[in-house]
């Protein structure tokens, strides 16, 4: 059996480790040149956690991951409002709890793929005709393949959505009302000023910063905006929106002008009536992004993969086994968005009475068995 993988992430290497394990014929196919390192900290917890563990991950994401002890909110004096406890938080989740770098997920997922799988980078998919049972697919190098399984596995904006589908940014698109940016930058000063990950929220927008390896700092940033346009410069934009916040913030806007690019996107949530058309089918964000309100957005992407992969060795044909991929992960999924809409005003208050709301609620987990059972709310929602 042969399958196609569009996108070269989380979701679509996870997928081509189980299904290359399971005997299948695996083409990866990749738009960007290699590896991504872009991306923000997760807490990958939940689905993810136990998939890694199944694939024996685990060890190598211990070895690269980060031992965050708390995360901070500030004012715009610098003042600490209050800190979520992650120590706490491992403990209640019986401690299956790693701070990553996305990118480092990406690399060790990508460092497991099976032998014999094969991935192109600086290639995508330029054509798709669908018959079922069998899709013919044209490359972007111009070769030809037919496939008895053709995943798009290629985010938010997915090419294979759009071309199957077609609604790449229509209706399945639900905007949030946020864009988002990181960066990582070089530098000693900064990064000692940094013991933990701290965020200032202003109404509208917040930013934040955490030391990672070597002098390096990682800089994480989300802003309202009422249209989902990306900017011509990204980097432009954000200096624009936070070029008038004090503390770090200057520096780092200053170090973001000197990088060839950043990331830069909308927060959005992917909502489809179906994920799979005959033998084509849509796995992680293509299908079911959470949005970074909810969290466990890479979480899901593994989540999601060993279940496409776990219902096709089940079922006698692709179509059985994409309709039962659907049924029994989309009620997770479902509960994962509804939980990052509920996050929107929470996470960057409109106006200045939200923030002092916000904050004050912040503030609550400082008090004993108060904190304990915030974090047990935020995490309730977590398949785990």
């Known amino acids: 059996m042969k399958a196609v993988i569009c996108g070269a992430g989380i979701a679509g290497l996870t997928l081509g480790w189980w299904l290359g394990r399971g005997g299948w014929d695996v083409l990866i196919v990749e738009k960007a040149p290699g590896l991504r390192d872009e991306g923000y900290m997760i807490d990958f917890f939940g689905a993810g956690y136990g998939v890694a563990e199944r694939m024996d991950l685990l060890p190598r994401l211990k070895e690269v991951a980060y031992h965050v002890p708390a995360v901070c909110w500030i004012d715009s004096d610098e003042r600490v409002i209050s800190c ?31 032998p014999g799988t094969d991935i192109r980078f600086g290639c995508s998919i330029a054509e798709i005709h669908s018959t079922a049972p ?11 393949v037919r496939a008895d399984l053709l995943v798009g596995a290629d985010g938010v904006h997915s090419t294979v959505r759009k071309s199957v589908f077609g609604n790449a940014e229509g209706s399945a698109f639900r905007y949030l009302g946020m864009q988002t940016a990181a960066f990582i930058f070089e530098d000693a000063g900064i990064r000692n000023r940094l013991d933990r990950v701290k965020l200032l929220t202003v109404p509208g927008r917040q930013i934040g910063f955490y030391p990672i390896r070597g002098d390096r700092v990682a800089a994480f940033a989300v802003h309202l905006a009422p249209e989902h346009t990306r900017p011509s410069s990204p980097v432009a934009k954000i200096q624009r929106i936070y070029g008038g916040l004090g503390w770090i913030v200057p520096d780092a806007l200053r170090h973001a002008a000197k990088l060839p690019d950043i990331y830069y996107d909308d927060v959005a949530q992917i909502v489809m009536p179906r994920w799979s058309e005959g033998c084509v089918t849509l796995v992680g964000d293509a299908c079911h992004a959470v949005s970074l309100l909810a969290g466990q957005g890479a979480s899901m992407a593994m989540g999601g993969a060993c279940a496409l992969a776990e219902a096709l060795r089940k079922e006698t044909s692709v179509e059985a086994g994409l309709a039962r991929y659907e049924a029994e992960f989309r009620p997770s ?20 009475w939200r923030l002092m709301f916000r904050n004050l609620t912040l503030k609550l987990m400082r008090v004993p068995g108060l904190n304990r059972l915030m974090l047990r709310s935020a995490i309730s929602g977590a398949d785990i």
């Open 333 to 352: 999924v479902e509960r994962q968005q509804a939980a990052g809409r509920r996050m929107a005003n929470w996470f960057v208050p409109a106006s200045q």
């Open 84 to 114: 979520l406890d992650y120590d706490a938080m491992r403990e209640l989740l019986n401690g299956r709890l790693l701070s990553l770098m996305r990118g480092d997920l990406e690399r060790a997922l990508f460092e497991m793929r099976p």
């Open 134 to 144: 069998k899709a013919d697919i044209t490359l972007t190098s111009g070769e030809r």
